[in-house]
């Protein structure tokens, strides 16, 4: 099935779901079929009818819960990527994020993760990012979009950072951007702090993990003496409190960056 694009027909990327909740997986056909970009050619309820169809269509984008009756998504996954030259692109949602799943999924390097519940518009969102990502739009327009909305979003970033007293420079504010970068994207990512964040951050600086927890932890101790003006409107109702976790820092200022828009 195509679409016209700039005056052009264009082949819709096709997607296969896979998600045994039949309420959420309608709700996504409709969403999907008021969509020129995208078309659903599969619906499954476990990994193993799922894979069926993945073998048989070939989908552009695979979307995958991980707790299915049967076998899971990631027996899902893992089957996909043992498939001979095939790289859709693969999103997983699920309602938990313990370490053996997110160990797995690291290691089959899936493209995106969001824990449940998750907006169907903010999923076809995000694949419309993973689709200029991964350079699939025409006209070279994927890169210049990837390129608008990462500097864009980046410089929001840098410009808070600046004016919360943690000055480019070292290591703690290269990785309070990234994963403010990464959680103003997605909200939920916020849950994945600690198991998918800081190992992603550490492998990119060839770091420890536990090292990213502490440099972070040493640039909000900096930023609270340094305590500029924009530091006590963003965390007004924590100026008591002597300590503020990683985690609430970096969700508090995603959320404030996020509403800048």
Known sequence: TKYFWMGKVMKKFRIVLADDDTEWTQLFEL??????????????????????IIKK????????????PKTDGCYLVNSIRQMQNYRPIIYILSGIATDPIVRILQNLEIDYYSLKPVGVNTILSKLDLLIAMRGLMPDQSSQKITIQYTNKLEQRVEDVLMDIGMAPGSKFHSYMRDALIACTIDGSNVNLVTKVLYPDIAKKYGVSTPSVERGLRYG???????????????????????????????????NYIRKLD
Request: no cysteine; aromatic share 8%; hydrophobic share 40%.
């Open 31 to 52: 969403a999907v079929s008021k969509k020129d970009r995208y078309e659903l050619v599969g619906i499954a309820e476990d990994g193993d009818s799922a894979f069926q």
């Open 220 to 254: 909000i101790q900096t930023v609270r003496k340094t305590n500029t003006p924009l530091y006590q409107e963003i965390f007004s109702a924590m100026l008591s409190k002597r300590n503020i976790s990683n985690t609430v820092f970096i969700a508090t200022l995603a």
């Open 57 to 68: 269509e070939r989908p552009d984008i695979v979307i995958s819960d991980i707790l299915m």
